[in-house]
């Protein structure tokens, strides 16, 4: 039995359909049982697709079966077909190759090229009569070399690609016979009727839009006996190429055939849809609404980026490379900082506000100042002077690191010194309370940090802002100067023609604030105002002080020429100290305050001092007065209008201010 149903399956398979009357009809091809091969496919949208946009291929759909197409007297039955097409092209005036219905003796087409051979023959064998192929050709290529008359025809071709009959493609409107252009490769469905009258030896082929009727005129005609050209049994199907540049999707939507008999008309309505018209949504809501989505997004990112690159820009110029390890991204910076928020502020000093940061990648703790720096004038000089500050290294200077440039504002990246600066310890913000041996190790320390700036180094560094709040204390509580060298900033960005003074009022030099210029000894001097602030636990001046006592130099002289100058001690301090050494420490401060700089000792010699390594000079043998203390912060009182006397840095207008 089963035996039995394989051979009819198996006759069934190889035999030709012999009815006379055979038909079939797909609405769309979900359940055709197509032969394929090349290209084509049977989407799952039930079209039937020959080609894609693979460059130089070819696809070809057959109905599976043989087909007897010739009567016992050898010739050629009646027979009709109607199909729609269409071939979508990426160009709106061009396309690739076109596309064909075929009746063949195999249903391959074994040795036919693609390109301008449609898939249906080669070099070789084209126009050979033993080809036995009729084709309807739908062609989208001008092919000079096959008397192609445009590149938008429909031929009949028997045996080779020169067309035996070829028109324009278009169609006769029922009623009026005007003649209507179609233009195959609109990417719109076509519906084309081939049919061939055994009879009258007549084949026409008839063209219209799909929601037209069929024309009664049809576009082609032609009076040609098929008996020679058809074999007994023939294959029917379809056949398209793609071309070497241009390629196009070509597609049938659907199919239907008989022989002997006029094909039934397809069912508009069932047909698949095509990919460029699947659904108004998918094709028109679903791409513009992807491509505002798309175009926000791009404009979002492009925004976010302009945004990156404005909140992380910076200034960095040819000339600054070779400062490259000292040279800070401004970008790590933001990080380090959380944003430069105010919570990680250590503080506002004269020069800018500083604030705590981790650097990203290196986990270093730093402190960053910014400085705004307004002026490109010089900066080349100041950033050559960064690095060269940037290689001093002494176990008494704050490390500066690095910096980092910006429109109008400088960076400078320092070690964060973990215990803060020295003037909270000593104006009641006490982290930590400092006892007199801790007080006179600083004081050592900043002494030898000097020494280094001065003498030390290639060329002198003046400090010039030597004052408790510029100097910073380790985790070992040694005292660190920061800010070196800072001040020239102002001299490299300032106009020439005004003579900024910079120092912090109190512990300026008198000709310091009457030339603005620097010296070592203008910074022996603010190191002597230095030592009576740690000695006293007070500032240099002090608002709100008894009258005589405003002024601390004055009041430590005061209390000298009285032989009592351990009445001016920090009460801070209790007992706990040695009292050579406070002696030592005040007595050496209003030495460094003569208001002549070379009565003044330097640093070097006032380290032997404190060291205990030689005696200081008495100060009566100097024969100063209250007079020879001096005091340019005296006279420029009035101006002095900080009344928690923190950080009066850059007296700006010392001289200028019209005394
Ligand atoms: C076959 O040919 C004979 C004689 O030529 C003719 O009488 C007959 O009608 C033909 N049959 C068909 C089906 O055309
Ligand atoms: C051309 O096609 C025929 C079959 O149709 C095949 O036998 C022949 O080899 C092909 N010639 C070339 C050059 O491909
Ligand atoms: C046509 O093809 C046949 C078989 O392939 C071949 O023998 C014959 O020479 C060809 N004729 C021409 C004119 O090329």
Same mark, same amino acid.
């Given at each position: 039995?089963?035996? =039995?149903?394989?051979?009819?399956?198996?006759?069934?398979?190889?035999?030709?359909?012999?009815?006379?009357?055979?038909?079939?009809?797909?609405?769309?091809?979900?359940?055709?049982?197509?032969?394929?091969?090349?290209?084509?496919?049977?989407?799952?949208?039930?079209?039937? $697709?020959?080609?894609?946009?693979?460059?130089?291929?070819?696809?070809?759909?057959?109905?599976?079966?043989?087909?007897?197409? @010739?009567?016992?007297?050898?010739?050629?039955?009646?027979?009709?077909?109607?199909?729609?097409?269409?071939?979508?092209?990426?160009?709106?005036?061009?396309?690739?190759?076109?596309?064909?219905?075929?009746?063949?003796?195999?249903?391959?087409?074994?040795? +036919?090229?693609?390109?301008?051979?449609?898939?249906?023959?080669?070099?070789?064998?084209?126009?050979?009569?033993?080809?036995?192929?009729?084709?309807?050709?739908?062609?989208?290529?001008?092919?000079?070399?096959?008397?192609?008359?445009?590149?938008?025809?429909?031929?009949?071709?028997?045996?080779?690609?020169?067309?035996?009959?070829?028109?324009?493609?278009?169609?006769?409107?029922?009623?009026?016979?005007?003649?209507?252009?179609?233009?195959?490769?609109?990417? =719109?469905?076509?519906?084309?009727?081939?049919?061939?009258?055994?009879?009258? $030896?007549?084949?026409?082929?008839?063209?219209?839009?799909?929601?037209?009727?069929?024309?009664?005129?049809?576009?082609?005609?032609?009076?040609?006996?098929?008996?020679?050209?058809?074999?007994?049994?023939?294959?029917?199907?379809?056949?398209?190429?793609?071309?070497?540049?241009?390629?196009?999707?070509?597609?049938?939507?659907?199919?239907?055939?008989?022989?002997?008999?006029?094909?039934?008309?397809?069912?508009?309505?069932?047909?698949?849809?095509?990919?460029?018209?699947?659904?108004?949504?998918?094709?028109?809501?679903?791409?513009?609404?992807?491509?505002?989505?798309?175009?926000?997004?791009?404009?979002?990112?492009?925004?976010?980026?302009?945004?990156?690159?404005?909140?992380?820009?910076?200034?960095?110029?040819?000339?600054?490379?070779?400062?490259?390890?000292?040279?800070?991204?401004? @970008?790590?910076?933001?990080?380090?900082?959380?944003?430069?928020?105010?919570?990680?502020?250590?503080?506002?000093?004269?020069?800018?506000?500083?604030?705590?940061?981790?650097?990203?990648?290196?986990?270093?703790?730093?402190?960053? @100042?910014?400085?705004?720096?307004?002026?490109?004038?010089?900066?080349?000089?100041?950033?050559?002077?960064?690095?060269?500050?940037?290689?001093?290294?002494?176990?008494?200077?704050?490390?500066?690191?690095?910096?980092?440039?910006?429109?109008?504002?400088?960076?400078?990246?320092?070690?964060?010194?973990?215990?803060?600066?020295?003037? @909270?310890?000593?104006?009641?913000?006490?982290?930590?309370?400092?006892?007199?041996?801790?007080?006179?190790?600083?004081?050592?320390?900043?002494?030898?940090?000097?020494?280094?700036?001065?003498?030390?180094?290639?060329?002198?560094?003046?400090?010039?802002?030597?004052?408790?709040?510029?100097?910073?204390?380790?985790?070992?509580?040694?005292?660190?100067?920061?800010?070196?060298?800072?001040?020239?900033?102002?001299?490299?960005?300032?106009?020439?023609?005004?003579?900024?003074?910079?120092?912090?009022?109190?512990?300026?030099?008198?000709?310091?604030?009457?030339?603005?210029?620097?010296?070592?000894?203008?910074?022996?001097?603010?190191?002597? +105002?230095?030592?009576?602030?740690?000695?006293?636990?007070?500032?240099?001046?002090?608002?709100?002080?008894?009258?005589?006592?405003?002024?601390?130099?004055?009041?430590?002289?005061?209390?000298?020429?009285?032989?009592?100058?351990?009445?001016?001690?920090?009460?801070?301090?209790?007992?706990?100290?040695?009292?050579?050494?406070?002696?030592?420490?005040?007595?050496?401060?209003?030495?460094?305050?003569?208001?002549?700089?070379?009565?003044?000792?330097?640093?070097?010699?006032?380290?032997?001092?404190?060291?205990?390594?030689?005696?200081?000079?008495?100060?009566?043998?100097?024969?100063?007065?209250?007079?020879?203390?001096?005091?340019?912060?005296?006279?420029?009182?009035?101006?002095?209008?900080?009344?928690?006397?923190?950080?009066?840095?850059?007296?700006?207008?010392?001289?200028?201010?019209?005394?």
């Amino acid at each position: 039995m089963a035996f =039995k149903i394989a051979l009819l399956m198996m006759y069934f398979l190889v035999c030709p359909v012999t009815s006379e009357e055979l038909g079939f009809k797909y609405n769309g091809f979900w359940l055709a049982n197509m032969n394929l091969d090349g290209l084509a496919v049977i989407t799952s949208g039930g079209l039937l $697709k020959l080609t894609d946009t693979t460059k130089q291929g070819q696809g070809h759909a057959f109905y599976p079966s043989p087909i007897n197409f @010739k009567n016992s007297n050898g010739s050629a039955y009646s027979f009709s077909t109607c199909f729609v097409f269409a071939i979508e092209s990426r160009y709106r005036e061009l396309s690739g190759e076109g596309m064909a219905f075929v009746i063949a003796p195999t249903r391959g087409l074994q040795g +036919a090229l693609p390109n301008e051979f449609l898939g249906l023959f080669n070099e070789t064998n084209n126009g050979n009569s033993s080809n036995h192929v009729f084709a309807v050709e739908l062609d989208t290529i001008k092919n000079t070399e096959f008397g192609d008359i445009n590149f938008n025809h429909v031929g009949i071709d028997i045996n080779g690609l020169e067309s035996k009959v070829s028109k324009p493609a278009g169609y006769y409107a029922n009623g009026n016979s005007v003649f209507h252009d179609l233009t195959l490769f609109c990417g =719109k469905p076509i519906q084309v009727w081939v049919e061939y009258d055994g009879l009258a $030896k007549k084949i026409s082929v008839t063209l219209a839009p799909l929601k037209a009727n069929k024309p009664n005129t049809p576009l082609l005609s032609l009076s040609y006996d098929l008996s020679p050209i058809l074999k007994q049994t023939m294959y029917v199907g379809f056949t398209s190429t793609t071309g070497p540049v241009l390629s196009s999707s070509h597609y049938v939507m659907g199919w239907s055939f008989r022989m002997n008999g006029i094909a039934e008309g397809l069912d508009i309505s069932r047909l698949p849809k095509l990919p460029s018209e699947k659904s108004k949504f998918l094709t028109i809501g679903l791409p513009i609404i992807s491509s505002v989505i798309l175009l926000t997004a791009i404009l979002a990112v492009t925004y976010y980026m302009k945004w990156m690159k404005k909140k992380y820009a910076e200034e960095l110029e040819d000339w600054e490379l070779e400062y490259g390890p000292h040279r800070f991204k401004y @970008k790590d910076l933001y990080i380090a900082t959380k944003g430069f928020r105010d919570k990680e502020l250590l503080g506002s000093g004269g020069f800018g506000r500083v604030y705590r940061g981790l650097l990203p990648t290196s986990k270093i703790q730093v402190a960053v @100042k910014r400085v705004s720096h307004e002026s490109r004038q010089g900066m080349r000089e100041f950033v050559a002077e960064i690095a060269s500050l940037g290689r001093l290294r002494h176990r008494n200077l704050v490390p500066l690191l690095g910096y980092c440039r910006r429109k109008g504002e400088l960076l400078l990246v320092y070690e964060n010194m973990p215990n803060g600066s020295l003037d @909270k310890c000593l104006y009641g913000q006490p982290n930590i309370s400092l006892n007199w041996d801790q007080r006179f190790h600083v004081i050592k320390g900043v002494a030898s940090g000097l020494i280094y700036l001065h003498e030390e180094w290639e060329q002198a560094v003046v400090h010039r802002d030597v004052k408790a709040s510029n100097v910073l204390l380790d985790g070992e509580l040694n005292g660190r100067l920061g800010d070196f060298g800072l001040a020239r900033l102002y001299d490299h960005g300032s106009d020439p023609r005004t003579t900024r003074v910079v120092g912090t009022l109190g512990y300026l030099a008198p000709e310091h604030a009457r030339s603005g210029k620097a010296s070592t000894s203008t910074d022996v001097y603010a190191f002597g +105002a230095f030592l009576l602030e740690v000695g006293c636990g007070r500032r240099p001046i002090e608002p709100r002080a008894p009258t005589e006592e405003i002024v601390m130099v004055n009041w430590v002289f005061s209390n000298w020429s009285r032989g009592e100058i351990l009445q001016a001690i920090d009460p801070k301090l209790g007992y706990d100290y040695v009292k050579e050494e406070v002696e030592l420490v005040l007595k050496l401060g209003l030495l460094c305050s003569h208001s002549e700089a070379v009565a003044r000792p330097n640093m070097r010699q006032i380290l032997l001092y404190l060291e205990g390594a030689a005696a200081p000079p008495d100060i009566s043998s100097l024969r100063i007065s209250a007079t020879g203390l001096t005091f340019a912060h005296a006279e420029g009182f009035d101006d002095f209008n900080n009344s928690d006397g923190n950080s009066s840095s850059v007296a700006a207008s010392l001289l200028s201010g019209g005394r």
